[in-house]
């Protein structure tokens, strides 16, 4: 099976720090994606990357970056944490093309203070 | 582009009562179509897929979705539920042309009572 990992699963941040969210998987997947979920909007794609080095904005990138300088391990990177980045952050990864399913972790619930 | 609509942001059925949860999408493209499910304090899961052939797709725990594309739907339904269906239910879709983006709907709360 697909293993995918979140660092941390709660979080608490306060304004203005630089916070880092970690992902790994375990299957050698060359697509990852980083996904915001808020009650009642769903998931929101804020990256994915589909190859090391390589990334793309998603729908709501504002604030945030990424990094992939391995295969197996996507970062996604607030460089100053703000109120209204308090959410569930849930990490992705997909081998090919979009007929194939994404494999999700846990997911990390920051609180920014 | 694609957008996904979930009708229904919550839906209470009593155990072993049928149950279907609503999805619409817009799309100008053909497109590959999912259901995920998410347990409490977990991630989401794979519960069935639709990429082609028979319109009725059948998935994991007893679910299975209908595909129609002149009505653009592509409904979850379950003829009995059991207390452990209690989740969260998102549809998504992604378009035929390779790309790797998957656009979600809002979800679906399934609250089972007893």
């Known amino acids: 099976d697909v293993k995918v990992t979140q660092s941390s699963r709660y979080l608490v941040k306060r304004t203005g720090e630089k916070v880092f969210l970690e992902c790994v998987q375990d299957m050698d997947h060359e697509n990852m994606f980083w996904y915001r979920q808020d009650p009642g909007l769903g998931l929101r794609l804020i990256y994915f990357s589909y190859d090391v080095k390589m990334k793309e904005k998603g729908d709501i990138p504002e604030g945030y970056s990424v990094s992939r300088e391995k295969k197996e391990r996507f970062s996604l990177i607030l460089e100053s944490a703000s109120t209204n980045q308090t959410s569930m952050y849930l990490c992705?990864?997909?081998?090919?093309?979009?007929?194939?399913?994404?494999?999700f972790g846990d997911g990390t619930r920051l609180s920014i203070l | 582009a694609q957008s996904v609509t979930q009708l229904d942001s919550q839906v209470p059925v009593f155990e072993e009562a049928p149950v279907e949860l609503r999805c619409n999408y817009s799309s100008s493209v053909s497109v590959y179509l999912f259901w995920y499910v998410q347990y409490p304090n977990q991630g989401l899961q794979l519960l069935l897929k639709y990429l082609s052939g028979s319109t009725l797709v059948k998935g994991i725990n007893g679910f299975e979705a209908e595909f129609n594309k002149s009505q653009t739907s592509f409904h979850l339904r379950k003829p009995s539920v059991h207390i452990s269906d209690t989740a969260e239910y998102f549809c998504a879709v992604s378009d035929l042309s390779g790309a790797q983006k998957l656009v979600f709907g809002q979800g679906t709360r399934l609250t089972i009572n007893p």
């Open positions: 992705a990864s997909m081998v090919g093309r979009g007929n194939q399913p994404q494999h």
